[in-house]
């Protein structure tokens, strides 16, 4: 079967761009002696995360129970939530897997711990959980150089019914992009240089506490642009110990424009096809396609134009040079094409979309391809657990 045959709009995963990914993220992992553990929750796949078990993975990153219920479900055996888990109905789901896998989640509130705690308690078990530490991106965590967080740490330490074996982080700023006179390259590395560091200073603190030993203390980070510029290091014993990137496996625009991937390293697109076409009181051609809001999503991050990248020559991941997605609603993507379109009503379209983890979070399942021809059809496993 071929591209051209299938339905549209769908999600296409190009084989050997896919392939690449994994190979040079292990790589990544491997030359700095750090554990993979992707974030699932871009694919959402259980064959895409075998892909990457097989490529040299340990473990698997989710966000959500639900997420860990597809993958345990499926036989991986050691599955963190990156995420505070807060909710008796989501520990006592947790609790569920616990037979099955190695289950480990994060906290980090006094609160969300000391609930945790006594339902683990209660049920006379210890879990492993890692108190999330924020390292710039302003969300979730303990800030990284506060006292408060080291007594937060001693009271979360202290709890029954759990473990305190690490840290964790997302470098979510490395999204911003870059500041003021600052090219992509510098500001990933000041980004990734950021959260590498501060995980270390604070792992170091815990230590002078008496809360972290370097042979055992787990220092987790990970978002794909950081791990671009990702160099491992050592301080006061502690070097980091896992990676988790997710969005890696296929890349998108927000990638290309962050200088994280090459417009080549992008293995998911979008087919469409232009379904009405009119010219604008200005003159200029506007075609319409089948995918808008509900397939590309609105997402744009920090680019300021356009709801994905059109492709001239999908072979070469050539971008069109003047067709461009300027809106898009519910069921339509609108695109201009400025000195008039070379295509119209049938053609197909293909597009590399702003953000890939929520583009799949769309879609029930995706193709496989290989150049033009369809190589597999794959469930989007995950889709829709996100409680
Ligand atoms: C806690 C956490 N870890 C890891 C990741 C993976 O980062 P990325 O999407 O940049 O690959 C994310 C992404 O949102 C995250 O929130």
């Known amino acids: 079967m071929f591209v051209d045959e299938l339905s549209t709009p769908c999600l296409l995963v190009e084989q050997s761009r896919l392939e690449r990914n994994l190979t040079c993220m292990q790589k990544v992992a491997d030359a700095n002696g750090v554990a993979l553990r992707p974030h699932a929750k871009t694919h959402k796949s259980i064959a895409i995360a075998r892909r990457q078990r097989e490529h040299g993975a340990r473990g698997l990153t989710v966000a959500k129970v639900g997420e860990a219920e597809v993958f345990v479900g499926a036989r991986?055996?050691?599955v963190r939530l990156a995420y505070p888990v807060v909710g008796q109905d989501k520990h006592e789901r947790l609790l569920r897997l616990m037979d099955r896998a190695r289950v480990s989640f994060c906290v980090d509130t006094v609160d969300g711990a000391r609930a945790a705690s006594s339902f683990y308690a209660a049920h006379d078990m210890t879990v492993d959980v890692l108190l999330e530490v924020d390292t710039g991106h302003g969300r979730c965590g303990v800030g990284w150089n506060g006292g408060?967080?080291?007594?937060?740490?001693?009271?979360?330490?202290?709890?029954?019914?759990l473990r305190l074996v690490g840290i964790l982080t997302h470098a979510g700023h490395a999204y911003h992009g870059p500041q003021k006179d600052e090219t992509p390259e510098a500001?990933?590395?000041r980004v990734a240089a950021e959260e590498r560091d501060r995980m270390l200073a604070f792992a170091v603190r815990l230590h002078e506490a008496g809360l972290a030993d370097p042979e055992t203390f787990e220092i987790s980070i990970g978002s794909t642009p950081t791990m671009a510029a990702f160099?491992?290091?050592e301080r006061g014993g502690f070097r980091i110990t896992e990676i988790r990137p997710g969005n890696y496996v296929y890349y998108d625009a927000m990638q290309v424009?962050?200088?994280?991937?090459?417009?080549?390293?992008?293995a998911l697109t979008v087919e469409a096809t232009?379904?009405?076409?009119?010219?604008d009181r200005s003159g200029q051609d506007r075609l319409y396609l089948d995918a808008g809001k509900k397939v590309l999503t609105a997402d744009t991050g920090a680019l300021t134009e356009g709801y994905g990248i059109i492709l001239y020559n999908p072979a070469d991941m050539v971008p069109h040079p003047h067709a461009r997605l300027t809106g898009?609603?519910?069921?339509?993507?609108?695109?201009t094409v400025p000195g008039g379109a070379t295509f119209g009503?049938?053609?197909?379209?293909?597009?590399?979309?702003?953000?890939a983890c929520v583009t799949v979070h769309t879609q029930d399942r995706f193709y496989l391809v290989d150049d033009g021809e369809v190589m597999d059809e794959h469930p989007v496993d995950a889709r829709g657990r996100s409680v």
């Open 76 to 78: 991986f055996d050691d």
């Open 148 to 161: 408060r967080s080291v007594r937060t740490a001693q009271q979360i330490a202290a709890l029954p019914g």
């Open 187 to 189: 500001a990933l590395a």
């Open 231 to 233: 160099e491992n290091a």
């Open 257 to 266: 424009s962050l200088g994280a991937a090459t417009l080549d390293d992008c």
């Open 274 to 279: 232009v379904v009405s076409q009119h010219r």
């Open 328 to 335: 898009l609603s519910e069921e339509h993507g609108w695109v």
């Open 345 to 355: 009503v049938g053609d197909r379209v293909r597009i590399v979309p702003n953000h």
